[in-house]
């Protein structure tokens, strides 16, 4: 069945026209996933403190929903409260979410409708507006926060001119470039397209300010074909330079040398919601014979209401566009028309524009990777290029861990959550998890679905940190990227597995060197309520208290319906020492544990004939 399932997924990813998509953009979901590393030197003013935390915010547009996930780990005292605010890096706000009431020890997990939020909400969470604070007795201000922001890689662009050379010459060339870096900052993707100039003799990347002449950072000239550059080379000497606006692409010719176009790499402003195509022939259903490209971005505002492009096409057989659209469809479908984009055609080259035609349909298309732009010329009335409009943002899974997801399950308080986000182009993942209540001895990406263990995929170890105080372990962050320049290299099949939620973290210790707690990253999660139908392989915390309990022992319920509930208790040898049937309707339920030794202790609910929940506890 496993096989199965990649061999699909595989075959989706490699299906379609000749632009063949990688195994994540043939699984893109309507998802958007928002992280906060959390710290004492983040707080205002900054607290000394060893502990550190994790916020995860999923937004689904698809299931109007979101779930809010996190844990801390090495606090000074209890947690009096954990809330979203509104403000900037080093700005303190106003509290405009209070998750205090969804938390159950050192983890938080809660959920609502996306539509109750306010757009101003969600705008400022989009924007680095919102962080995350965890208070405690110790210190009431704020031990932890951390900054909210989207899991995404960085867009860059820039217009190519003669003007912008220094000194500047005089051509009539033209051309765009846009660019994206990978988030460990490692690989720079390039896409240009130009027209109007003459022999092309070299391009390069150069470090430099606008107006000043720098050194070469990267030779791309080998990536030069005609009128266009196309491949990705490694960033990490440079990276930081590209962030701050200081470097830029030269394009050298036979006329010009020194170069003869030139543009300063700019990050985008809207680079969380942001996207990029490349157009050609190809791409068509069927494929046009042209010598055209084109290359551009796309975004939305924090708001969500406006839809805006810059995009530049060269080398059309016919000079003339005669229209320009975004259409839904995936690679190699075609699909109606969204947006008209013809009357933002300059002829020039440029297409650039906004609209405020913009719905959930819309919103859910791009993000999903559904939405394409066809470009209409006189020669090629149906479309002579055509490109697929690609996300910036990565795609999140959450991660929950607990020694009952065990092969056989664990007794433990060991707990703990995080995050793997995986680019695009499925090339890298990126992980970080925040684990309580053990000693580490080693951590894997584990091959296996929920009940299954399976082979190793990747060591984690080595990105395994201990949260001291003085000479005792509070608690780990577990924090890296698993890339295909690792060893081994993160490959389309690994990718694969991610996507049909078989791959668990396995987390290793001295006590239980099979693993004492595990995690399966995954794109489902706790519903909106417990009225909701759960989904198979969803993410969920149930809540015992108090917990650790000495007579009586509570389960939330909140069933739709008066609704015959059989419930069972089991000891760590897995023997059954209480169970008992109740009709329950909404609110909780009491159990009474007196008569029970001291020791942990697992409750399993069936309520009706599907809704099956497993909760644990400690007595005292």
Same mark, same amino acid.
């Given at each position: 069945?496993?096989?199965?399932?990649?061999?699909?997924?595989?075959?989706?990813?490699?299906?379609?026209?000749?632009?063949?998509?990688?195994?994540?953009?043939?699984?893109?979901?309507?998802?958007?996933?928002?992280?906060?590393?959390?710290?004492?030197?983040?707080?205002?003013?900054?607290?000394?403190?060893?502990?550190?935390?994790?916020?995860?915010?999923?937004?689904?547009?698809?299931?109007?929903?979101?779930?809010?996930?996190?844990?801390?780990?090495?606090?000074?005292?209890?947690?009096?409260?954990?809330?979203?605010?509104?403000?900037?890096?080093?700005?303190? @706000?106003?509290?405009?979410?209070?998750?205090?009431?969804?938390?159950?020890?050192?983890?938080?997990?809660?959920?609502?409708?996306?539509?109750?939020?306010?757009?101003?909400?969600?705008?400022?969470?989009?924007? @680095?507006?919102? %962080?995350?604070?965890?208070?405690?007795?110790? *210190?009431?201000?704020?031990?932890?926060?951390?900054?909210?922001?989207?899991?995404?890689?960085?867009?860059?662009?820039?217009?190519?001119?003669?003007?912008?050379?220094?000194? !500047?010459?005089?051509?009539?060339?033209?051309?765009?470039?846009?660019?994206?870096?990978?988030?460990?900052?490692?690989?720079?993707?390039?896409?240009?397209?130009?027209?109007?100039?003459?022999?092309?003799?070299?391009?390069?990347?150069?470090?430099?300010?606008?107006?000043?002449?720098?050194?070469?950072?990267?030779?791309?000239?080998?990536?030069?074909?005609?009128?266009?550059?196309?491949?990705?080379?490694?960033?990490?000497?440079?990276?930081?330079?590209?962030?701050?606006?200081?470097?830029?692409?030269?394009?050298?010719?036979?006329?010009?040398?020194?170069?003869?176009?030139?543009?300063?790499?700019?990050?985008?402003?809207?680079?969380?919601?942001?996207?990029?195509?490349?157009?050609?022939?190809?791409?068509?259903?069927?494929?046009?014979?042209?010598?055209?490209?084109?290359? @551009?971005?796309?975004?939305?505002?924090?708001?969500?209401?406006?839809?805006?492009?810059?995009?530049?096409?060269?080398?059309?057989?016919?000079?003339?566009?005669?229209?320009?659209?975004?259409?839904?469809?995936?690679?190699?479908?075609?699909?109606?028309?969204?947006?008209?984009?013809?009357?933002?055609?300059?002829?020039?080259?440029?297409?650039?524009?906004?609209? $405020?035609?913009?719905?959930?349909?819309?919103?859910?298309?791009?993000?999903?990777?559904?939405? %394409?732009?066809?470009?209409?010329?006189?020669?090629?009335?149906?479309?002579?290029?055509?490109?697929?409009?690609?996300?910036?943002?990565?795609?999140?899974?959450?991660?929950?861990?607990?020694?009952?997801?065990?092969?056989?399950?664990?007794?433990? $308080?060991?707990?703990?959550?995080?995050?793997?986000?995986?680019?695009?182009? @499925?090339?890298?993942?990126?992980?970080?998890?925040?684990? *309580?209540?053990?000693?580490?001895?080693?951590?894997?990406?584990?091959?296996?679905?929920?009940?299954?263990?399976?082979?190793?995929?990747?060591?984690?170890?080595?990105?395994?940190?201990?949260?001291?105080?003085?000479?005792?372990? %509070?608690?780990?962050?577990?924090?890296?990227?698993?890339?295909?320049?690792?060893?081994?290299?993160?490959?389309?099949?690994?990718?694969?597995?991610?996507?049909?939620?078989?791959?668990?973290?396995?987390?290793?210790?001295?006590?239980?060197?099979?693993?004492?707690?595990?995690?399966?990253?995954?794109?489902?999660?706790?519903?909106?309520?417990?009225?909701? !139908?759960?989904?198979?392989?969803?993410?969920?915390? !149930?809540?015992?208290?108090?917990?650790?309990?000495?007579?009586?022992?509570?389960?939330?319920?909140?069933?739709?319906?008066?609704?015959?509930?059989?419930?069972?208790?089991?000891?760590?040898?897995?023997?059954?020492?209480?169970?008992?049937?109740?009709?329950?309707?909404?609110?909780?339920?009491?159990?009474?544990?007196?008569?029970?030794?001291?020791?942990?202790?697992?409750?399993?609910?069936?309520?009706?004939?599907?809704?099956?929940?497993? %909760?644990?506890?400690?007595?005292?």
């Amino acid at each position: 069945m496993m096989r199965r399932i990649l061999v699909v997924l595989l075959f989706v990813a490699l299906s379609g026209s000749g632009w063949a998509s990688s195994v994540a953009e043939a699984n893109l979901s309507s998802q958007v996933l928002l992280t906060a590393e959390l710290s004492g030197s983040q707080v205002v003013p900054a607290v000394q403190t060893q502990a550190r935390g994790v916020v995860a915010v999923l937004l689904n547009f698809q299931k109007d929903s979101a779930y809010v996930l996190g844990s801390v780990t090495g606090l000074t005292s209890a947690i009096t409260g954990i809330h979203f605010h509104r403000g900037r890096v080093g700005e303190n @706000g106003d509290v405009v979410l209070d998750l205090s009431t969804a938390l159950r020890g050192n983890i938080v997990a809660t959920a609502t409708r996306l539509s109750m939020l306010p757009r101003a909400l969600i705008a400022a969470a989009l924007t @680095g507006e919102l %962080y995350a604070a965890v208070h405690t007795v110790t *210190n009431p201000g704020g031990e932890l926060r951390g900054q909210l922001h989207a899991e995404t890689d960085l867009q860059f662009s820039a217009m190519l001119s003669g003007g912008e050379q220094t000194p !500047p010459v005089m051509t009539n060339a033209s051309g765009m470039v846009v660019a994206a870096l990978r988030q460990d900052g490692k690989r720079l993707r390039i896409w240009a397209a130009f027209q109007g100039v003459g022999q092309v003799t070299g391009a390069h990347l150069h470090s430099g300010s606008r107006g000043t002449s720098g050194p070469v950072v990267a030779d791309l000239s080998g990536m030069v074909q005609g009128n266009v550059i196309v491949g990705d080379v490694d960033a990490s000497s440079f990276a930081d330079a590209l962030v701050h606006g200081d470097v830029y692409l030269n394009i050298h010719t036979a006329s010009y040398p020194n170069g003869e176009l030139r543009g300063q790499l700019a990050l985008s402003t809207n680079s969380q919601l942001a996207f990029e195509l490349w157009l050609d022939g190809d791409q068509q259903t069927p494929p046009v014979q042209t010598q055209a490209r084109g290359v @551009g971005r796309l975004w939305l505002n924090t708001s969500l209401d406006t839809l805006s492009w810059e995009i530049y096409v060269a080398g059309l057989s016919g000079t003339e566009i005669t229209g320009a659209h975004l259409h839904r469809g995936k690679v190699g479908a075609s699909g109606d028309v969204l947006v008209d984009l013809s009357g933002s055609v300059q002829q020039n080259g440029w297409i650039r524009g906004s609209s $405020t035609n913009v719905n959930e349909a819309l919103i859910e298309a791009l993000l999903e990777g559904q939405v %394409y732009l066809n470009v209409h010329t006189r020669n090629n009335p149906n479309g002579e290029i055509r490109g697929q409009v690609w996300r910036l943002l990565r795609e999140g899974f959450v991660a929950v861990f607990d020694g009952m997801p065990q092969v056989p399950p664990v007794m433990t $308080t060991a707990s703990g959550s995080g995050i793997v986000s995986i680019d695009r182009s @499925g090339t890298s993942v990126h992980y970080h998890f925040v684990l *309580n209540g053990m000693l580490v001895q080693a951590a894997h990406f584990h091959k296996g679905k929920r009940g299954e263990n399976g082979d190793v995929l990747f060591d984690l170890s080595n990105s395994v940190m201990p949260i001291m105080g003085g000479a005792e372990i %509070y608690g780990y962050v577990i924090s890296g990227y698993w890339t295909r320049e690792s060893t081994p290299p993160l490959d389309d099949q690994a990718v694969a597995l991610f996507f049909a939620d078989s791959v668990y973290v396995n987390v290793h210790t001295a006590m239980h060197p099979n693993g004492e707690v595990r995690a399966q990253p995954t794109r489902q999660y706790a519903p909106l309520s417990s009225t909701s !139908p759960v989904e198979e392989g969803s993410v969920q915390v !149930p809540s015992v208290y108090p917990n650790p309990a000495t007579t009586t022992i509570m389960l939330p319920m909140e069933l739709a319906s008066p609704t015959t509930l059989d419930w069972q208790i089991i000891n760590v040898r897995g023997e059954e020492v209480l169970r008992g049937t109740l009709l329950v309707g909404s609110g909780s339920v009491a159990l009474d544990v007196s008569s029970l030794p001291a020791g942990y202790y697992v409750v399993t609910c069936t309520a009706g004939t599907s809704d099956r929940r497993v %909760y644990r506890f400690l007595k005292q």
